[in-house]
């Protein structure tokens, strides 16, 4: 594998994120190049290059956390549908390797894609 991945140093703090979700194994933050408003990426915080290189545990797991994540959004953005992207491998579009899955909200109607900071702050107001 490549030396240190952007979504390293991101779990390790050294690069601030707009994180949404935490636990144990995976952490969830919004996409700086967002394909919607609200796009985030789902990542096991152990490094391996790409989903079919991962463990039984996380292949398990991460669709949970993507439950979990899409309720986030989904009370925050009131977005009608979602697309769940995962690229494996350079020719597939992925450029990060280390393994993460993209939630993407889609809405009912035309949205402008707003600012990753302000689509935070919804997804974060109590
Ligand atoms: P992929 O093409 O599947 O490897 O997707 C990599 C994704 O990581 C792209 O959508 C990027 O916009 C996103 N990305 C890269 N650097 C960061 C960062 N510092 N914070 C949030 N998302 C990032």
Redesign the pocket.
């Known amino acids: 594998m490549e030396k240190i991945t952007?979504y390293e140093k991101?779990i390790k703090g050294e690069?601030p994120?707009y994180k949404i979700y935490e636990d144990d194994m995976f952490i969830s933050?919004?996409?700086?190049?967002p394909k919607s408003n609200g796009h985030a990426?789902i990542i096991p915080k152990k490094r391996m290059s790409n989903i079919l290189e991962d463990s039984i545990l996380v292949r398990e797991r991460i669709l949970e956390v993507t439950k979990t994540v899409s309720k986030i959004i989904q009370k925050g953005l009131s977005n009608s549908s979602f697309k769940i992207v995962i690229?494996c491998g350079e020719e597939a579009?992925?450029?990060?390797f280390h393994t993460?899955l993209?939630l993407i909200p889609y809405y009912k109607e035309k949205q402008d894609i707003l600012s990753v900071d302000k689509i935070y702050k919804k997804l974060t107001v109590n």
């Not at 933050?29 to 190049?33: A, C």
């Not at 579009?93 to 990060?96: A, P, R, S």
């Open positions: 952007i991101i690069v994120s933050f919004l996409d700086i190049n990426l690229n579009g992925q450029e990060v993460h993209h």
